[in-house]
């Protein structure tokens, strides 16, 4: 099949956004750093180290620049000698091993400076117009030092502990979009290789990546001296860049319904087309078993003592067993329709979103150009249409939150929780409602309880009425009439579970949105927060091209 137009429609919003399906979401052809890497493997992209100075503490700076056709960008990195009683994940902290920023070109040693008296700081500090990013990362510290000592010694780290930590260095932020004076995400929208999501915060983990095997390799040879060897390729290729991600990244979600929607919709709309196709080549089969056997390699080193993800990594073996024993056959019509029906009549929620991933792979024409849609291009904003009849506003809120509008919010168990900022720590928080002294400061992150307030709200107008009279009478609701809106152009934009409840997993959220950069090892500590793997697999700079530039986060099966 050449086109690409689906004949089977794709997975409707609500069975596609409730939290235990978001929160079951995998890597795919469509995460932002395989988009990254594939579109720098392409265009074949060049890299350089200009700098490198730093002395045998780690203390200094250096610059790695990424030469694309058009444009270049250069990681500016700063290495610190922490103290271990200093070093903090927490987005409060103050100090760090490494600072970072992602500079608009190649800085001179004006701008270097300038950098060096910003960067370090983070927050406190600000940054100008030619920073795409600000991060900072800390090191792994038990795993870094067991590197740097054996390789100090001539000897390779142990494998096991490789596999163990997964990471030299884990980042603790990575800030973009105009945050703390760097460039506003317009300014960089309209060129190609950053169109897509978050390509300048991938593209900074992907330097910092390079940055963190430089320096223990670095450390190495000044502990050392000529008995120091460098990192085997195949080892460092294992090693990705570490996060922990908590409840900040939760709200994103939310506030931002059409960014959501036109990922969601991406990947829905790849997996209508594979599904329409109405036969299979027997190499696309091959590349799926393949691809399977690699992934049930990985989930062995992909561990959690989470008691919800170790349940979750225990049903997606059984389901990954069952996908490799079941008879895949390439008999027309729609071969992998078929496939995906006896999924969805056979395998867990996690199985069927992990055979999501595996199907798209094979079908690179009808995957990867939907990346041109996802970001959100409208930078006006949308706009309320206030001459909208009520009676069409009513449908709209019962086409998206009708799940909602019968629930009983008077009831704790619906209304247990709340959304909030910690003046402390300026971190979001969740609380429990009737406990903590926190309804006064709650933010707007209930979409379908408020919903339900507009509907009765709504109870005595006509439905010839329009909403700016409405909304006149009640500006309080201006916020969930604009979302109710919005959802024509953004189907999958909204979240169809309660979002307060007392039974909110947040991690849904957390492991929904890191899909889509492409994370793995996800690895919750709590239902609030999560370790991740970036890039693990990846192929370094010197080593990327056109043909390493896209599987490699299926690593190959060892013998």
């Not at 030619?130 to 100090?152: C, D, G, I, P």
């Not at 995906?340 to 150009?369: K, N, R, Y």
């Amino acid at each position: 099949m050449t086109s690409d137009v689906a004949v089977i429609a794709r997975r409707p919003p609500e069975q596609v956004m409730r939290l235990r399906r978001l929160g079951s979401f995998h890597q795919c052809r469509l995460s932002f750093m395989r988009i990254l890497t594939r579109r720098m493997g392409r265009e074949g992209w060049r890299f350089s180290r200009p700098i490198f100075d730093v002395d045998a503490r780690g203390v200094g700076h250096a610059v790695y620049t990424a030469i694309g056709p058009q444009r270049r960008y250069s990681l500016v990195a700063f290495g610190h000698d922490l103290p271990d009683q200093d070093r903090s994940d927490r987005v409060i902290a103050t100090a760090w091993d490494a600072t970072f920023a992602l500079f608009d070109g190649v800085p001179d040693r004006t701008d270097i400076q300038r950098l060096a008296g910003a960067v370090p700081l983070q927050e406190a500090g600000r940054v100008g117009p030619k920073e795409l990013t600000l991060s900072r990362a800390n090191r792994s510290v038990r795993l870094w030092r067991h590197v740097v000592q054996a390789l100090a010694a001539g000897q390779q780290p142990a494998e096991a502990e490789i596999d163990r930590v997964g990471y030299l260095m884990r980042t603790t932020a990575v800030y973009g979009s105009g945050k703390f004076g760097a460039a506003d995400r317009d300014t960089i929208a309209n060129r190609a290789e950053m169109a897509a999501p978050f390509q300048a915060e991938m593209l900074t983990v992907y330097l910092i990546r390079a940055f963190a095997r430089d320096m223990v390799e670095h450390l190495a040879r000044e502990e050392g001296g000529a008995r120091a060897v460098t990192l085997d390729p195949r080892l460092a290729e294992r090693l990705g860049i570490g996060n922990s991600t908590g409840l900040g990244m939760a709200p994103f979600l939310i506030n931002h319904p059409v960014l959501l929607s036109n990922w969601i919709a991406a990947r829905e709309e790849a997996l209508a087309r594979v599904r329409s196709l109405p036969s299979a080549d027997p190499n696309d089969l091959s590349m799926l078993k393949d691809l399977l056997a690699r992934s049930r390699q990985a989930l062995q080193t992909s561990p959690s003592d989470h008691p919800v993800q170790s349940e979750k990594l225990a049903i997606l073996h059984r389901d990954l067993e069952r996908l490799a024993s079941h008879p895949l056959t390439l008999d027309p019509p729609y071969p992998w329709d078929r496939l995906w029906c006896w999924a969805e009549e056979t395998l867990s929620e996690e199985g069927q979103e992990f055979l999501v991933s595996l199907i798209l792979e094979p079908h690179a024409d009808l995957v990867d150009g939907l990346a041109e849609t996802m970001a959100d291009s409208c930078s006006t904003g949308f706009q309320i249409d206030g001459a909208m009849p009520l009676g069409a506003l009513r449908h709209r809120l019962k086409t998206t939150f009708g799940w909602a509008l019968d629930l009983d919010w008077s009831d704790r168990a619906h209304s247990a929780r709340a959304w909030y900022v910690s003046e402390e720590k300026l971190e979001p928080r969740l609380g429990e409602r009737f406990e903590e002294p926190i309804s006064a400061y709650e933010q707007p992150l209930a979409p379908a309880r408020d919903a339900a307030k507009v509907h009765a709200a709504m109870q005595d107008w006509a439905d010839s009425d329009p909403v700016a009279e409405f909304l006149l009478a009640h500006p309080e609701h201006r916020h969930t009439v604009r979302r109710a809106q919005m959802a024509e152009i953004a189907p999958y934009g909204e979240i169809r579970d309660n979002t307060i409840g007392a039974e909110l997993m947040p991690i849904d959220m957390l492991r929904a949105k890191l899909s889509f950069f492409g994370a793995t090892k996800f690895d919750p500590r709590s239902d609030r927060w999560v370790r991740i793997c970036m890039y693990a697999g990846a192929p370094y700079p010197q080593a990327l091209s056109a043909e390493t530039a896209d599987r490699w986060v299926y690593p190959a099966v060892s013998g």
